[in-house]
């Protein structure tokens, strides 16, 4: 006699039955471990790419402007180059930052000489 295999339905028992939920569940569990797993590991590496845009669009933008954006302590002399006029320097350099007009708030008498340049 010549035997085959063939693929064809057959109800299942009870105990097939509580078995197949349970494997159902533990995989559905795991699923859901999965991802979270994966929602963490995007968050991180989204993160990363942010900085990474951040930093390469701030390089960019330097290079093609010619001129970087310093944070420095200033401090600024009154009436030079001339009389309503004051230049303000850097306290680490020494070099000058800019010139500008002086301003009514501007009385050398009644305020500190030192700033901080933005």
């Not at 097939?16 to 699923?31: G, N, V, W």
């Not at 010619?66 to 004051?86: H, L, N, R, S, T």
């Amino acid at each position: 006699m010549e035997t085959y295999t063939e693929k064809f339905t057959s109800p299942l028992s009870e105990e097939e039955k509580q078995i197949i939920a349970e494997e159902l569940t533990l995989h559905e569990i795991s699923l859901a471990e999965v991802k979270a797993e994966k929602a963490n590991e995007m968050k991180s590496f989204n993160e990363s790419i942010k900085a990474k845009e951040t930093q390469i669009l701030a390089l960019s933008k330097e290079y093609q402007d010619g001129i970087k954006i310093i944070e420095a302590e200033c401090y600024f002399v009154f009436d030079e180059p001339e009389a309503g006029q004051k230049t303000i320097y850097r306290s680490d350099t020494g070099a000058k930052v800019r010139v500008t007009d002086m301003n009514i708030f501007d009385n050398p008498s009644s305020r500190s000489n030192k700033i901080s340049e933005d």
